[in-house]
């Protein structure tokens, strides 16, 4: 099966950066439409990013203009960069992929272990 590894969470500044990455492994890993989710305490886990089948992004409201996802296709890697970080972006974000663009939480098949990203100020 697909296996999603992320990595580069942690902690910044209100109004910093940060670049989250994920790749998949395994049969098939080239074919996953791969994204981003995120969660906070007693929430519900909730859509950030993901790239269609076109290519194309498709980003929450509250993250446009701000996050940014990026391809390596030869390395089934995408990088998410998050620019002028809020507080309310804290929270664990999980690498997500399915079969098809993962809009929705009932569309994911595979999902990474997360990775906290905690903005202080």
């Known amino acids: 099966q697909v296996q999603l590894v992320e990595s580069g969470g942690g902690l910044v500044q209100a109004g910093g950066s940060l670049i989250l990455s994920c790749t998949a492994s395994?049969?098939?890993?080239?074919?996953?439409?791969m994204g981003w989710f995120r969660q906070t305490p007693g929430k519900e886990r909730e859509f950030v990013v993901t790239l269609t089948q076109s290519g194309n992004p498709v980003y929450e409201d509250s993250v446009k203009g701000r996050f940014t996802l990026s391809k390596d296709g030869a390395r089934n890697t995408v990088f998410l960069q998050m620019d002028s970080l809020e507080a309310e972006d804290t929270a664990v974000y999980y690498c997500a992929g399915g079969r098809l663009p993962v809009l929705f939480r009932q569309r994911v098949d595979y999902w990474g272990q997360g990775t906290q990203v905690t903005i202080s100020s």
């Open positions: 395994g049969r098939g890993a080239s074919n996953v439409n």
